[in-house]
């Protein structure tokens, strides 16, 4: 299906989401959950990327050795190879010098079954990332389901962890309880079953400790996510891969999984990496360790924008 026939199929709206719930998913974007198979990504240049004061890791890195641009960059395009090289369609934010952060594509939108959610970012400097990306799934063609306006909501604290169930993370300086309650609430009307993961905002967003893998199998930091969150991920019949703290740190638990029993996974992330291919998993590991410091891993830079089933 060309762009074209994706904008004849599902007409650009502003507002897709019925208040009352029921909304009905989409045909030609969207995923049920976040392992089926990715044919569709969109992804943020790093052509202005800057080193900014975003986290208390990326100060950690600019206190102690700034990101070298040039390579960062560089790793970037690995990246964009890997995805390449797995067949996945590839849809870009248009780069500006006023956007330096756009690189993290995830942060700024979150891709759902109805269409997309505009995010509340909560750093001046990123707020126009949010407008941007109005405009990049107007020219995509691809409703928006709504946009957070309770509160500051970013799109790493919105973690499908299976068909009709989101883990909703909440660390109070990047993600704000109302902003979250407000995404809850949409969502508990859509009929899914909603949490909220209450974080310490050091650990930045949910998806740097709890990401699936694939099908009742996901990475899970268990040093610093709740035993709660562990315990009820484990009562769905989810095998837990544990990634150990230091991993986590170095963004290790911050990977993509592409379906079909495929990663891209950053090469610090050695135990994780060394779990799946004992599994049978292809992994396509990245260096990611310059452009990481700036404050956000391979999951931080994808937004998923559609999946379908193996």
Same mark, same amino acid.
């Given at each position: =299906?060309?762009?074209?026939?994706?904008?004849?199929?599902? &007409?650009?709206?502003?507002?897709?989401?019925?208040?009352?719930?029921?909304?009905?998913?989409?045909?030609?974007?969207?995923?049920?959950?976040?392992?089926?198979?990715?044919?569709?990504?969109?992804?943020?240049?790093?052509?202005?990327?800057?080193?900014?004061?975003?986290?208390?890791?990326? *100060?950690?890195?600019?206190?102690?050795?700034?990101?070298?641009?040039?390579?960062?960059?560089?790793?970037?395009?690995?990246?964009?190879?890997?995805?390449? !090289?797995?067949? %996945?369609?590839?849809?870009? !934010?248009?780069?500006? &010098?006023?956007? &330096?952060?756009?690189? #993290?594509?995830?942060?700024?939108?979150?891709?759902?079954?109805?269409?997309?959610?505009?995010?509340? /970012?909560?750093?001046?400097? *990123?707020?126009?990332?949010?407008?941007? $990306?109005?405009?990049?799934?107007?020219?995509?063609? @691809?409703?928006? #389901?709504? /946009? %957070?306006?309770?509160?500051?909501?970013?799109?790493?604290?919105?973690?499908?962890?299976?068909?009709?169930?989101?883990?909703?993370?909440?660390?109070?300086?990047?993600?704000?309880?109302?902003?979250?309650?407000?995404?809850? $609430?949409?969502?508990?009307?859509?009929?899914?079953?909603?949490?909220?993961?209450?974080?310490?905002? #050091?650990?930045?967003?949910?998806?740097? =400790?709890?990401?699936?893998?694939?099908?009742?199998?996901?990475?899970?930091?268990?040093?610093?996510?709740?035993?709660?969150?562990?315990?009820?991920?484990?009562?769905?019949?989810?095998?837990?891969?544990?990634?150990?703290?230091?991993?986590? =740190?170095?963004?290790?638990?911050?990977?993509?999984?592409?379906?079909?029993? *495929?990663? @891209?996974?950053?090469?610090?992330?050695?135990?994780?990496?060394?779990?799946?291919?004992?599994?049978?998993?292809?992994? $396509?590991? @990245?260096?990611?360790?310059?452009?990481?410091?700036?404050?956000?891993?391979?999951?931080? =830079?994808?937004?998923?924008?559609?999946?379908?089933?193996?």
């Amino acid at each position: =299906m060309t762009v074209h026939d994706r904008i004849v199929a599902e &007409p650009f709206s502003l507002q897709r989401r019925n208040p009352a719930g029921g909304t009905k998913p989409l045909t030609a974007w969207g995923f049920a959950n976040e392992t089926d198979v990715l044919s569709d990504v969109l992804l943020g240049s790093p052509n202005f990327l800057r080193h900014l004061s975003t986290s208390s890791l990326s *100060r950690k890195h600019l206190r102690e050795a700034p990101c070298n641009v040039q390579i960062a960059q560089a790793q970037h395009k690995d990246l964009v190879a890997a995805y390449e !090289h797995f067949g %996945v369609n590839i849809h870009w !934010h248009e780069p500006t &010098p006023e956007l &330096p952060m756009q690189v #993290y594509s995830r942060d700024s939108s979150v891709m759902t079954p109805y269409g997309a959610i505009i995010t509340a /970012m909560s750093q001046w400097w *990123r707020r126009g990332e949010n407008y941007a $990306a109005i405009r990049t799934y107007e020219k995509l063609g @691809i409703p928006i #389901y709504d /946009m %957070v306006t309770a509160g500051t909501f970013e799109g790493g604290d919105f973690n499908v962890i299976e068909d009709g169930v989101v883990l909703i993370g909440c660390g109070g300086a990047r993600t704000q309880e109302e902003g979250a309650r407000q995404v809850q $609430a949409w969502f508990d009307k859509e009929g899914w079953e909603t949490r909220i993961a209450f974080i310490d905002e #050091y650990y930045v967003h949910i998806d740097l =400790m709890v990401v699936p893998i694939a099908e009742k199998l996901t990475a899970v930091c268990l040093a610093c996510t709740e035993p709660g969150i562990v315990d009820w991920l484990k009562g769905k019949g989810h095998e837990i891969i544990d990634v150990p703290f230091q991993d986590t =740190m170095a963004l290790g638990c911050n990977f993509m999984s592409l379906g079909k029993d *495929r990663v @891209i996974a950053p090469t610090s992330s050695q135990t994780l990496i060394g779990q799946l291919k004992a599994r049978g998993f292809e992994v $396509a590991a @990245i260096d990611m360790s310059e452009i990481s410091k700036t404050g956000g891993g391979i999951h931080c =830079m994808a937004q998923a924008l559609k999946r379908e089933p193996a």
